[in-house]
């Protein structure tokens, strides 16, 4: 304990020297009086905080969280990500934190709880961290709003430049606390097909699973995502994503059925003749009726019988869950070709 009062007076003198040049510049008596106090037990302030504008190793067991803080939920599996790169890094961006008023030589975290509680898991004693007295619940909220995350696609730059520093997945993951399947995904947005590419840099997607899944379609028709794309009012979601794999899947289906079937080898021109005729316009090869449950889109599950006359199957596209609901609190949306 004798490390940890070292360091907790000068941090308290610290916190004192912060208010003294505004006392100074009212020019209150009462400013003279503290300055005196002052001169009495002169710790140099940069003790807490270096004059080259470096943080300084404060106490772990001296620093609590605020109570009040505005982030309530931390994921864990987001902080042993976090406390893997500071076992190996350390804490690279100190902390904030101000005196603690109610407890002489402690301190309470002004933003850096994820850091703080990551530290803890990492094993670390000491944390680095500034000392800011002049700081509200309010600069708490906006700190946290206003923290722009990397995006997908800058994660993908920086991997594509260790990847061509010849530095392994695998250490790459390590290095940011991410698995190599996370590496992995992210690499795959550095050489994607055209049609793909544009959509991902004007961040008309920006989900990585999304771009990976329809990296996959492009891989086994080109042209069906293509032209999917080219639709600039196409809104790409999960659900719909899973809509054009559904139909581009089963088309080839179909073809595939018709050439692959139990026709006797005595007539091989029988498929061939069907496959020329003109598709009547009037027809639907597959009917798919779309509709609306609950404010969300879906469709009729056309091959499940329902349990009571008036009901019927159906599954929403956002999620793809399956249930069964009155045909009175369904609305009818389209029959479109499937």
């Known amino acids: 304990m004798a490390d940890h009062t070292e360091e907790k007076k000068p941090a308290v003198k610290t916190a004192k020297a912060r208010r003294k040049p505004e006392d100074a510049a009212q020019g209150s008596i009462g400013a003279m009086g503290d300055l005196s106090g002052l001169l009495a037990d002169p710790t140099p302030a940069s003790v807490a905080q270096t004059g080259d504008g470096k943080a300084s190793e404060i106490a772990m067991e001296l620093i609590e969280e605020d109570p009040h803080q505005p982030r309530i939920y931390f994921d864990q599996a987001s902080l042993e990500e976090l406390a893997a790169t500071i076992a190996i ?12 008023p109610e407890r002489e030589g402690y301190f309470i975290i002004n933003h850096g709880a994820r850091r703080y509680r990551a530290s803890g898991i990492a094993g670390k004693t000491t944390i680095p961290a500034f000392v800011d007295g002049d700081y509200t619940e309010s600069d708490q909220v906006i700190e946290n709003l206003q923290r722009d995350a990397l995006t997908a696609r800058e994660i993908a730059e920086y991997i594509g430049r260790e990847l061509a520093k010849k530095v392994k997945k695998g250490d790459i993951a390590k290095a940011i606390g991410k698995s190599p399947a996370y590496v992995t995904q992210h690499a795959t947005l550095l050489d994607l097909p055209d ?3 544009e959509i991902f840099q ?6 990585v699973t999304l771009i990976n899944e329809l990296v996959g379609l492009y891989k086994k028709h080109p042209e069906g995502v293509t032209d999917w794309l080219a639709d600039d009012e196409q809104e790409i979601t999960r659900g719909t994503v899973r ?3 559904e139909f581009l899947n089963s088309g080839s289906g179909e073809g595939e059925g018709e050439d692959d079937g139990d026709t006797p080898p005595a007539e091989p021109a029988a498929p061939k003749e069907k496959e020329e005729k003109e598709p009547d316009p009037d027809k639907l090869k597959k009917a798919i009726v779309t509709v609306e449950h609950d ?3 879906g469709r009729l599950i056309l091959n499940r019988r329902p349990s009571r006359e008036g009901a019927s ?3 929403y596209d956002d999620d793809g869950s399956e249930f069964e609901a009155e045909l009175a609190d369904v609305r009818l949306i389209s029959v479109i070709e499937g």
């Open 243 to 245: 809509l054009l794999k």
């Open 313 to 315: 199957w159906m599954k």
């Open 295 to 297: 404010g969300r889109p």
């Open 202 to 207: 004007s961040e008309r997607c920006r989900d």
């Open 89 to 100: 890094r350390g804490v690279k961006t100190p902390i904030s934190i101000r005196p603690n």
């Open 195 to 197: 049609p793909i590419a």
